[in-house]
């Protein structure tokens, strides 16, 4: 095996269609990432986008607090026990990991998640599940979140 490398990125870096209508910041995908991490030779992972499973395309942007139901945590952990178990078959060959998340998303914030009280340091649901995951798994992985304030249109 050649790279050895993969990013894990949340599902809107690939797929800014999936994204609550006008908060979008991209047309279709954040290209510039994906070129970066491919000039790098990274491999990448989509993760699941829970909040379209959940409550479909149409819906309307939440806080971290209005996703944070037993309901909603349990389809978090369920989306991502494929990727953990790929994940951890890439471990067996020494591969390393990043994961890209979205600064202030309620799901997929990885340092800063939206919360009735505006931008806070902490992570989104899905990401809180995942880390879990991972550090259970004993999976070690490098951490970044895409910055809320940089578009591409």
Do not use: W
């Not at 800014?16 to 994906?34: C, D, H, P, T």
């Not at 067996?92 to 979205?102: A, D, H, P, S, V």
Request: glycine share 8%; charged share 30%; net charge neutral.
């Amino acid at each position: 095996m050649k790279g050895k490398k993969i990013a894990i990125v949340a599902h809107c870096i690939l797929n800014q269609n999936s994204v609550v209508n006008g908060l979008e910041r991209a047309e279709g995908a954040f290209n510039e990432i994906i070129e970066l991490l491919l000039k790098k030779n990274y491999a990448i992972i989509q993760l699941p986008c829970p909040e379209m499973l959940f409550l479909g395309i149409d819906r309307k942007g939440r806080t971290k607090e209005e996703y944070d139901t037993d309901e909603y945590r349990k389809l978090c952990r369920e989306v991502l026990k494929s990727i953990i178990k790929y994940l951890k078959e890439y471990s067996k060959e020494e591969f390393k990991f990043i994961l890209i998340g979205i600064e202030g998303s309620p799901t997929c914030g990885i340092f800063k998640t939206v919360t009735k009280e505006g931008l806070i340091d902490g992570s989104g649901i899905l990401m809180e599940e995942f880390l879990k995951m991972l550090e259970d798994n004993k999976i070690h992985i490098k951490k970044f979140d895409f910055p809320v304030n940089i578009f591409f249109t």
